[in-house]
């Protein structure tokens, strides 16, 4: 029997039981209104008859007019005769008061008379009390009858109460409780429902999904452990230090060679929270140093950081590299955030050449300071009459070699300050120092060379522009590179323009020049080291924005440039114009 026919008959039935009862009450309820009725309208009004003709017979003698009121009286009660015994009285009292009308004084009449209606009287008040004790049989009858219908409805009531709704409802408990197992990935779990509803064809269905699921879950365990030991082995083949963690920041991923660096062992690292693990570990502190993992940190521009350790008293270099891991859920073409995934490269040995090279280029360009100076001494020299005068020939060669000496002392310098930024041993003296005496200084060293090509300068600076903090030395060196390099590609006869302004506590100084300009494909590489534009024709190392951008950095300021080809350049620079340091 299924649910909707158990809720039908059940339902069905205490609606017919209770459509019964009310049905019956109603009746014995109208009996006993008929029965009330009786006794009221029949033999009530026959005690009434009687006792208003014995009354007219107490009055006849003396009133003439009692016989008709006899006479009526006894009309009425010919019509309202309803007991057995009650006609034949009547019919005698009749016969007797038509022999009554001819002798009034005939006390054996009125005697007779008398008689007659005491026994009517008793006849109707005998029926009035077996009517009364009929009356409350049927009362008695009917609360009976009514307590045992409606005790019958109570218990069938009750027993729908405490029975229908735990046979629904346990059936679905007990089958919501299995749904929760089999999410929690307990596939063994199976129900079993007695009887033939439609609870028997779901635990049949359920049963069947959760075997099928039981089946899948061992096949697709076996595979995902076969392919996660696959992963495993190929990952600690690798000869990277690798570590993986989710958007929790658990760590799930690890290989050997992360270990071998860290000291740590699997059981310390998975499951872990990365955030708990750096704070007693280095290497993990510099792993997540200045990554926003939970963040998006692909907003970053570079996320391979470099980190150093020092293990068994040598120093290790690893390049970082994050990787983010991305998935789409099924139906969802957007991919969420899965975790992340760091890379170590070791780059030790490209950071010992890399030292090799700084440390040779710096003691090469040392030794090559003192003999190239001597050279530009002894050329000043030969340049005084006071060595012996030269003819015209003489002078230009001596000129230039002069020029040559001064290109190449540029150089050496430029490759010593590039040696002071490699080894991290540039000296700086940053104070606050007013940008106009930084920039005269410059505009000083560039004058002649500018005057050289007839070249003027524009100069918009406010004269309550806040004093900078930087180093005056290298803050000099830079405008003076920038100077010189818009002089260098500018054309004769033209202009250079120097503005400066302050925003939010920061000053931008910008040197414009209306020379031949930088392509768009270049623009990006200007800063880099021995670069220089192709096509230019200008002799250089390369080195001299490389150091402009390492020397304002250091600063915590800015440079960039704009330019557009054919048109000329502006090269900016954003100094801090207060000491947040304090």
Same mark, same amino acid.
């Given at each position: 029997?299924?649910?909707?026919?158990?809720?039908?008959?059940? *339902?069905?039935?205490?609606?017919?039981?209770?459509?019964? #009862?009310?049905?019956?009450?109603? $009746?014995?309820?109208?009996?006993?209104?008929?029965?009330?009725?009786?006794?009221?309208?029949?033999?009530?009004?026959?005690?009434?008859?009687?006792?208003?003709?014995?009354?007219?017979?107490?009055?006849?003698?003396?009133?003439?007019?009692?016989?008709?009121?006899?006479?009526?009286?006894?009309?009425?009660?010919? =019509?309202?005769?309803?007991?057995?015994?009650?006609?034949?009285?009547?019919?005698?009292?009749?016969?007797?008061?038509?022999?009554?009308?001819?002798?009034?004084?005939?006390?054996?009449?009125?005697?007779?008379?008398?008689? &007659?209606?005491?026994?009517?009287?008793?006849?109707?008040?005998?029926?009035?009390?077996?009517?009364?004790?009929?009356?409350?049989?049927?009362? $008695?009858?009917? *609360?009976?009858?009514?307590?045992?219908? =409606?005790?019958?409805?109570?218990?069938?009531?009750?027993?729908? !109460?405490?029975?229908?709704?735990?046979?629904?409802?346990?059936?679905?408990?007990?089958?919501?409780?299995?749904?929760?197992?089999?999410?929690?990935?307990?596939? @063994?779990?199976?129900?079993?429902?007695?009887?033939?509803?439609?609870?028997?064809?779901?635990?049949? @269905?359920?049963?069947?999904?959760?075997? $099928?699921?039981?089946?899948?879950?061992?096949?697709?365990?076996?595979?995902?452990?076969?392919?996660? $030991?696959?992963?495993?082995?190929?990952?600690?083949?690798?000869?990277?230090?690798?570590?993986?963690?989710?958007?929790?920041?658990?760590?799930?991923?690890?290989?050997?060679?992360?270990?071998? *660096?860290?000291?740590?062992?699997?059981?310390? #690292?998975?499951?872990?929270?990365?955030?708990?693990?750096?704070?007693?570990?280095?290497?993990?502190?510099?792993?997540?140093?200045?990554?926003?993992?939970?963040?998006?940190?692909? @907003?970053?521009?570079?996320?391979?950081?470099?980190?150093?350790?020092?293990?068994?008293?040598?120093?290790?270099?690893?390049?970082?590299?994050?990787?983010?891991?991305?998935?789409?859920?099924?139906?969802?073409?957007?991919?969420?955030?899965?975790?992340?995934?760091?890379?170590?490269?070791?780059? /030790?040995?490209?950071?010992?050449?890399?030292?090799?090279?700084?440390?040779?280029?710096?003691? +090469?360009?040392?030794?090559?300071?003192?003999?190239?100076?001597?050279?530009?001494?002894?050329?000043?020299?030969?340049?005084?009459?006071?060595?012996?005068?030269?003819?015209?020939?003489?002078?230009?060669?001596?000129?230039?070699?002069?020029?040559?000496?001064?290109?190449?002392?540029?150089?050496?310098?430029?490759?010593?300050?590039?040696?002071?930024?490699?080894?991290?041993?540039?000296?700086?003296?940053?104070?606050?120092?007013?940008?106009?005496?930084?920039?005269?200084?410059? #505009?000083?060293?560039?004058?002649? +060379?500018?005057?050289?090509?007839?070249?003027?300068?524009?100069?918009? *600076?406010?004269?309550?522009?806040?004093?900078?903090?930087?180093?005056?030395?290298?803050?000099?060196? +830079?405008?003076?590179?920038?100077?010189?390099?818009?002089?260098?590609?500018?054309?004769?006869?033209?202009?250079?323009?120097?503005?400066?302004?302050?925003?939010?506590?920061?000053?931008?100084? @910008?040197?414009?020049?209306?020379?031949?300009?930088?392509?768009?494909?270049?623009?990006?590489?200007?800063?880099?080291?021995?670069? &220089?534009?192709?096509? /230019?024709?200008?002799?250089?190392?390369?080195?001299?924005?490389?150091?402009?951008?390492?020397?304002?950095?250091?600063?915590?300021?800015?440079?960039?440039?704009?330019?557009?080809?054919?048109?000329?350049?502006?090269?900016? #620079?954003?100094?801090?114009?207060?000491? !947040?340091?304090?």
């Amino acid at each position: 029997m299924n649910i909707k026919t158990k809720l039908k008959l059940g *339902i069905g039935l205490l609606f017919t039981l209770i459509i019964l #009862l009310a049905f019956l009450s109603i $009746k014995q309820i109208n009996s006993l209104s008929t029965a009330s009725e009786n006794i009221i309208k029949d033999n009530k009004e026959t005690i009434g008859y009687t006792k208003n003709m014995l009354k007219a017979l107490s009055e006849i003698e003396e009133d003439q007019q009692a016989l008709d009121a006899f006479e009526r009286n006894l009309l009425k009660q010919k =019509s309202n005769i309803t007991e057995i015994g009650e006609k034949e009285l009547t019919q005698k009292l009749s016969e007797d008061f038509s022999l009554l009308k001819q002798n009034q004084k005939d006390e054996e009449l009125l005697a007779n008379l008398h008689s &007659t209606l005491f026994e009517i009287m008793s006849l109707n008040l005998n029926a009035i009390e077996l009517k009364n004790t009929i009356a409350g049989n049927i009362a $008695k009858k009917a *609360i009976l009858i009514i307590s045992m219908l =409606s005790l019958v409805c109570f218990i069938i009531a009750l027993i729908l !109460f405490l029975k229908l709704p735990g046979n629904i409802s346990n059936p679905i408990q007990q089958l919501i409780k299995s749904i929760r197992q089999i999410a929690a990935n307990d596939y @063994s779990q199976r129900v079993n429902f007695e009887g033939h509803d439609e609870l028997r064809e779901l635990a049949v @269905s359920f049963n069947s999904m959760a075997s $099928k699921l039981e089946q899948y879950n061992k096949s697709s365990i076996a595979k995902l452990l076969a392919e996660r $030991k696959i992963s495993a082995t190929l990952i600690n083949k690798i000869h990277y230090p690798i570590i993986g963690f989710d958007t929790a920041m658990k760590v799930n991923l690890v290989n050997d060679e992360f270990l071998s *660096i860290t000291d740590l062992s699997y059981q310390d #690292l998975i499951g872990t929270n990365i955030l708990e693990i750096a704070t007693l570990n280095e290497l993990i502190s510099q792993i997540i140093l200045d990554s926003s993992f939970n963040k998006n940190i692909s @907003s970053k521009n570079d996320n391979n950081t470099r980190i150093h350790l020092e293990i068994h008293g040598k120093d290790i270099y690893f390049e970082k590299e994050i990787q983010e891991i991305k998935l789409a859920h099924d139906n969802d073409v957007n991919e969420h955030l899965m975790g992340y995934v760091v890379v170590l490269k070791n780059v /030790t040995k490209y950071m010992e050449l890399d030292l090799a090279k700084t440390n040779f280029i710096a003691t +090469v360009s040392h030794e090559l300071k003192t003999p190239v100076s001597a050279i530009k001494f002894s050329l000043q020299l030969l340049e005084n009459e006071k060595t012996g005068r030269l003819n015209q020939e003489q002078f230009e060669l001596i000129k230039s070699c002069e020029e040559d000496v001064d290109n190449l002392l540029k150089i050496i310098s430029e490759l010593l300050n590039l040696a002071q930024v490699e080894t991290g041993n540039i000296q700086l003296n940053i104070i606050p120092v007013n940008l106009e005496d930084i920039l005269r200084y410059a #505009l000083n060293n560039s004058k002649s +060379v500018a005057n050289q090509k007839n070249i003027v300068f524009e100069i918009n *600076i406010p004269s309550d522009l806040p004093k900078v903090i930087a180093d005056k030395e290298k803050t000099s060196w +830079v405008i003076t590179n920038i100077i010189s390099n818009a002089i260098r590609y500018s054309d004769e006869n033209s202009k250079i323009v120097i503005s400066a302004s302050e925003i939010k506590n920061k000053v931008t100084l @910008s040197i414009r020049d209306f020379g031949s300009g930088i392509e768009s494909k270049y623009i990006s590489r200007v800063f880099d080291r021995y670069f &220089t534009v192709p096509g /230019t024709n200008k002799e250089g190392s390369g080195l001299g924005l490389t150091l402009c951008k390492e020397f304002i950095e250091a600063q915590g300021g800015e440079i960039y440039v704009e330019s557009e080809f054919g048109v000329g350049s502006v090269f900016s #620079l954003i100094l801090n114009a207060k000491d !947040f340091s304090n």
